[in-house]
């Protein structure tokens, strides 16, 4: 009897740049699941007909990036506790006949800060950037116990627009910077080597620099931040932690994080 093979992707618009495929392929092959994981660019018309392939196991789950977290919400049957109160999805699983939107996100980020030797119980956190991935941060950071987050963001609204998911937020306008020990620079900026239009010179030292993007591994805001004194971390091990959380969900296996993994998402 021969068994279907099991097909998986990764979501958004854009797309080339995603590493989703190349660790769950890798992930796949080596727990030996008959699967394979692609990565596909949609735009927001093609959204429901592509969860109705999964709804009919055309497909048999996906994993979701931006601008779709939100967006792919009302295509589906149920959410997870916590992609509810962020209205973020990132990975839909197929289960017990309904599809079931998941925000690991959330996890991903939690562990990677763990592995730090930096208690943010009670510390300061201003984030830069109110895009996708921001919801299951402040989610994070609020189950970490911080004292206070603040988000600054380019257009103003959309960082308002954040107080209506989470209480106790407060937003500033782009270009100005309040005390912090933790900034996290969510924003796109770095990607292709922009610089943040930001003075950190008068910020102290021992802060924490976090930047959610992984490649390359270290932007500009990460290379003057540790110039200045400062802990830095990029978003890798956030990366590699929803993955595996995604990955978890849908095979019912912990796959192994090894050093192998990390060559593999080295830059191209
Ligand atoms: P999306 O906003 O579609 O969810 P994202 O990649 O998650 O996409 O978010 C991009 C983030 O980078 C946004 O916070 C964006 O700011 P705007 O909301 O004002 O667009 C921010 N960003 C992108 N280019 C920027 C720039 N040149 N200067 C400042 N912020 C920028």
Redesign the pocket.
């Known amino acids: 009897m021969t068994t279907k093979i099991k097909k998986y992707f990764v979501i958004g618009n854009p797309i080339d740049h995603s590493f989703s495929p190349k660790l769950h392929n890798y992930w796949l092959k080596e727990n030996n699941i008959n699967a394979l994981y692609d990565k596909i660019k949609l735009d927001e018309d093609d959204l429901e007909n592509f969860i109705k392939d999964i709804k009919q196991q055309k497909i048999t789950g996906c994993n979701v990036t931006?601008?779709f977290?939100q967006a792919v919400i009302p295509f589906l049957d149920k959410l997870s506790p916590e992609a509810k109160q962020t209205r973020s999805v990132n990975t839909i699983i197929f289960k017990d006949g309904s599809l079931v939107g998941h925000n690991t996100d959330i996890v991903g980020f939690t562990k990677a800060i763990q592995g730090l030797s930096f208690n943010l119980r009670g510390k300061k956190v201003l984030i830069?950037?109110?895009?996708?991935?921001?919801p299951s941060i402040i989610f994070a950071l609020n189950k970490m116990g911080v004292s206070k987050i603040i988000v600054s963001?380019?257009?103003?609204q959309?960082?308002e627009n954040l107080k209506n998911l989470f209480e106790n937020l407060k937003t500033i306008e782009?270009g100005n910077i309040e005390y912090f020990d933790m900034i996290i620079n969510?924003?796109?900026?770095g990607l292709n080597n922009?610089k943040?239009?930001l003075d950190f010179s008068n910020v102290g030292k021992n802060k924490l620099f976090y930047d959610v993007i992984y490649n390359p591994a270290e932007t500009n805001f990460l290379k003057n931040a540790k110039k200045n004194g400062n802990l830095i971390e990029n978003g890798k091990l956030m990366f590699v932690y929803q993955a595996l959380e995604a990955f978890k969900l849908w095979h019912e296996v912990e796959p192994k994080i090894s050093n192998e993994i990390f060559k593999l998402l080295e830059n191209d």
């Open positions: 931006v601008p977290k830069l950037g109110a895009g996708g991935v921001v963001n380019r257009t103003r959309k960082a782009w969510a924003t796109s900026l922009e943040i239009n």
